[in-house]
């Protein structure tokens, strides 16, 4: 069969590991031709491209970032978008074509299935760990690795010089990435977009901590975390070009508060977009090779409109209509087993 591949949305670890996989199980066991587009969706519509051998993806497993390129464009931001992907399939006689991405980019892998443009399996990336239907998705268990390595360091200069560290994390709209870096880092407090913060308890709870002799706090922030209503005024986050909030900042405007409620010194750590780069952790390579073996099985079973899943620890797929219906948050279990270590 000869088979498209694409990357979308925001990069993360394990994109490369995927290609990888799908490329050796594809041309060693399935005699396949597997195309790389440039730049997710953009490269389909603009006819760019590369055939991905076994040869020019050695050393991929531990690469960092994706070597085909990623943007947030899609086919329906354009009048003709559609109907550009519709002439590049033709054009290079495909049968099918691999989406890995998060939510928006799967979604739009769907519609253009539905639509009968083009064959489609999914594989669900992001490090905020938000699609449902599967347990994790890859690049999340990196990103919380180096959550929880960023933690363990700003302990000791916390604790050096009698300070509470506000360490902001990614989390757009789910916590996943701060309950599970906040829990295996001894964080003092977590808090995260699906509870919204008293941040007058925030500050009672450092206090008190500080009342009994613990001299550092560690308080970690999901960058989409929110204040309950009337307690925190915050500026209206700006919009970008595909219609998404800019978030960030949530921890100086924590921090800020901290300070002036406490009279305790307070310093901010931002990771940023450290946790997406660099290279895989071993899970997520591991993890990353499953997804992309099951991928390229999935074409030649004809599951179209399916995505590849991790369900008690089996790969599986599962209709891309259901991983996308709604955000996966954080369980509440797990929530409210993260709340006992809260000080």
Known sequence: MRVGVLTGGGDCPGLNAVLRAIVRKGERHHGDVIIGFSDG?????????????????????????????????????????????RATAADLALDAMIVIGGEGT??????????????????????????????????FATAVDI??????????????????MVVEVMGRHVGHIAV???????????LIPEEPFDIEQ???????????????????VAEGAVPKAG???????????????????????VAQEIERRTGYETRVTVLGH????????????????????????AVHDEAWGQMVALQCNHIVTVPIAEAVASLKIVDAELWAQAKTFFS
């Open 41 to 85: 969706w953009r490269g389909v519509m603009d006819h760019e491209y590369t055939e991905l051998t076994v040869e020019n993806m050695r050393g991929a497993l531990t690469r960092g970032g994706t070597i085909l390129g990623t943007t947030r464009i899609n086919p329906y931001m354009y009048d003709d978008g559609v109907e550009r992907v």
């Open 180 to 190: 599970w870096a906040g829990i295996a880092g001894g964080a003092t407090l977590t």
């Open 147 to 164: 959550a929880t390595e960023a933690i363990d360091r700003l302990h000791t200069t916390a604790e050096s010089h009698d300070r509470v």
């Open 106 to 139: 799967l979604s739009c892998g769907m519609r253009i299935w539905q639509e009968g443009v083009l064959n489609v399996v999914g594989v669900p990336k992001t490090i905020d760990n938000d699609i449902g239907a599967t347990e994790m998705t890859f690049g």
């Open 202 to 220: 925030v500050a009672a709870a450092i206090s008190r901590r500080h009342e009994h002799g613990r001299y550092a706090s560690v308080v970690v």
């Open 231 to 253: 307690t925190l005024e915050l500026p209206e986050p700006e919009i970008d070009q595909y219609g998404h909030q800019r978030l960030g900042g949530i921890a100086n405007v």
């Open 274 to 297: 450290v946790q997406r780069g660099g290279s895989p952790s071993p899970f997520d390579r591991l993890l990353c090779s499953r997804y992309g073996v099951g991928a390229i099985d």
